[in-house]
Nanobody
Framework: QVQLVESGGGLVQAGGSLRLSCAAS????????MGWFRQAPGKEREFVSAISGSGYIKYYGDSVKGRFTISRDNAKNTLYLQMNSLKLEDTAVYYCASDRSPLAHRTQGEYDYWGQGTQLTVSS
């Protein structure tokens, strides 16, 4: 059974930085692309970033491009999201997800396992 457990969320001031982690288990980590999505109150869940199984291909949503960096450590079965220059509008629950394939995708339907989410709150 695949399990994804996010950690690292919290309260941070605007302009600050934070790193999210997602520990994966249950299948060979490098065989699957991984993604980060987020959902703000009253809004639909949106794509943040994705990384291929090898780690070489990365995609970012327009709102986070240049500020967030996705990475993965296949030896540790862990996905990361380094978030810099945080803005109030980054406040959301952040979810990691495992793709059905090693190819990175922006669409939620390509992901078959999801974590429970971790809350990020950016304050002014």
């Amino acid at each position: 059974q695949v399990q994804l457990v996010e950690s690292g969320g919290g309260l941070v001031q605007a302009g600050g930085s934070l790193r999210l982690s997602c520990a994966a288990s249950g299948r060979t980590f490098s065989n699957n692309a991984m993604g980060w999505f987020r959902q703000a109150p009253g809004k639909e869940r949106e794509f943040v970033s994705a990384i291929s199984g090898s780690g070489y291909i990365k995609y970012y949503g327009d709102s986070v491009k240049g500020r967030f960096t996705i990475s993965r450590d296949n030896a540790k079965n862990t996905l990361y999201l380094q978030m810099n220059s945080l803005k109030l509008e980054d406040t959301a629950v952040y979810y990691c997800a495992s793709d059905r394939s090693p190819l990175a995708h922006r669409t939620q339907g390509e992901y078959d396992y999801w974590g429970q989410g971790t809350q990020l709150t950016v304050s002014s």
